[in-house]
């Protein structure tokens, strides 16, 4: 499985930003599909995930209310919108995808995603 995000950049506090992820390859094996951050000197964390086939989705405490995960499933690509951003939110963000429940063993290359205040 291979998954190409983008869409990051620089935007305003406040502002708003989609990102974008593209599965390839042995995409039937995908259970549930997300998305993780890593804030410069922080470990890797949770921001989102979303079901692959049924819809479910589950979200950080630090995003409810502002971010929204969805999937087109014909497009095989999944999307991070993210309003009301803050400074706090900068970080690489990385599009991640799952055959069970209980684990992500695949990975895309980061995103950038700068909030200025």
């Known amino acids: 499985v291979q998954l190409q995000a983008s869409g990051g950049g620089l935007v305003q506090a406040a502002g708003s930003l989609r990102l974008s992820c593209v599965t390839s390859?042995?995409?039937?094996?995908?259970?549930?599909m997300g998305w993780f951050c890593q804030a410069p000197g922080k470990e890797r964390e949770f921001v989102a995930a979303?079901?692959?086939?049924?819809?479910?989705?589950r979200y950080a405490d630090s995003v409810k209310g502002r971010f929204t995960i969805s999937r087109d499933k014909d497009k095989n690509t999944v999307y991070l919108q993210m309003d009301s951003l803050k400074p706090e939110d900068t970080a690489i963000y990385y599009c991640?995808?799952?055959?069970?429940?209980?684990?992500?063993?695949?990975w895309g290359h980061g995103t950038q995603v700068t909030v200025s205040s």
């Open positions: 979303i079901g692959w086939s049924g819809g479910l989705t």
């Open positions: 390859g042995w995409t039937s094996s995908i259970y549930r």
């Open positions: 991640v995808a799952g055959p069970t429940t209980g684990s992500w063993p695949y």
